[in-house]
């Protein structure tokens, strides 16, 4: 697995599976981008299937026109997170287990991934699976942003 940096080894998380169910319990992604020189970090709703991240949107806005320009994105997970209380004030720390990912993001154009992605969207969110009726015209409108993974690192501590 490439990476970026160097983790302290031990809180390096290298198990993929670790990773992956740091993924599916989270809540919320944040997607990091670049606009022109400044980063951009937006907290979204996702679904994860087969190393690729699903976002909606709507039909315009900062991060599809960013993504247009720079493709490049980064993506971070958390979950178990807690503070952990020291004797002194130099003592106290975290307790988490972290995702980062990279890759490249797309936009999905056609009608039946447009559903697709919805659907895995709302598995993630959804305790019982289910074949998902989505509205055409909000399907039409609505605008899938495609997070292809190329790698993850992962983080934890206290865990």
Known sequence: ??????LKREKAMTDRHEMLDVITRSTVC??????????Y???????????VLYFHAGERGRKLSVIERNDRVCVEFDVDTAVVAGDEPCSWTMRYRSVVGFGRASLVTGYDEKQRALAVIMDHYSAVKSNYLFPRDRVEKTRIIRIDIEYLTGKKSGC
Request: overall charge negative; charged content about 25%; glycine content about 14%.
């Open 41 to 51: 970090i937006v907290p979204l709703c996702f679904g994860y299937l087969d190393d």
């Open 30 to 39: 944040r997607l990091g981008l670049v606009d022109g020189n400044e980063p």
């Open 1 to 6: 697995m490439k990476r970026h940096g160097v």
